[in-house]
């Protein structure tokens, strides 16, 4: 028995998303002027085309990379750079793509926009001075926290700001229009929403246009230059149409399941801090056992076939407190604690309820064990 609560980091590839990838593995260069180039072309094109139609997006202003933390160093980097301005506001809660990537900007005056208690950010007004960027995440990945993207982008246009949205965890899960949005770019990548790992997007408008900081043969609006992986980008654009395609009802059945996880969760085990709250992913619930370490209950889930994570990427062998919680205000001990369980498309009723019918006694060995 294995029971995957994992699809925040990855989720399964879709049969759809397979099925290009295979089918396609033998594109030759869509940059060869000749008849297997042009075939591999015109299968580009065509992603591009449908990638452009379901994100709402010109077809010139999708890029294709190699994964998430790729397009967001491109759109984050870029903007910066094609920029007089050494201002950029930013949020403590990114993806370490974006966090890190923002902290070694040289010369960068970073102004960091507040997140509660239920880790929204509640206080946009740092976008209101101009700045060479404003960047923020759709919604948390660890918490599922989906932040006010709408009203960001409405004051950033007021002062001249460009965006960067870092949509990773939202794409194919709501529908998506970049020119309604109004911002300048946003980050996506395929395996989280069940097309391949490796594969990413990034929509850019043309002005303002980050500058390119990978250099290379031009492909890709010179923004991220090296031959084009067309089975890739096939098979993400096959995967993004199924899962739009599927988006409400999955999104309210994770909904439901996860719901009543979290009830049971909270009725059976004492001293429980549920760190998902709404507005949030329908996918994630984050929560927190005082006296317990993550990576016990990590290493106890994993013991009785469930395959969690602490929701923290930093955590890897070291037991530390994510910078996500403690953004949130959360104590130490608590954070320490935390608990990323994600629901996605193969997740099934069976699964929660073995869940909430083992994580009583998982806590409790956990606690047993301590913090060290
Ligand atoms: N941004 C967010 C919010 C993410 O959750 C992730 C992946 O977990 C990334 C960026 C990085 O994406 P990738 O794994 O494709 O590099």
Redesign the pocket.
Known sequence: MSIYLDH???TPIREVALRELVDKARMLNPGGQYASGRAARRVLDDAREKVAFLLGADPAEVIFTA??????NIAVQGLYFASENNRVVSTPV?????KDTVSQLPGAQIDLMPVDSTGHINDVSAVETPAALACC?????ETGAVQPIAQIAQKAADSGTPVHI????VVGKFPIDFHELGITTL?A????FGGP????ILLARRSPAPKAIIHGGGQERALRPGTVNVAGAAALAAALEESLAEHEVENARQARLRDELRDDIVHQIPDVVVHTQEPALPSHLHLSFPGAAGDSLIMLLDAAGVEASTGS?CSQGVNRASHVLEAMGVATDTARGALRLTLGRTTTENDIRTVSEILPRIVEQARHAGLS
């Open positions: 925040a980091a990855t994964s998430g933390t790729e397009s967001d990114e993806h370490s793509a974006v995440m759709w919604a948390n990945n870092d949509a990773v965890q980050a990548s395929a395996h989280k790992r490796g594969v990413g990427a």
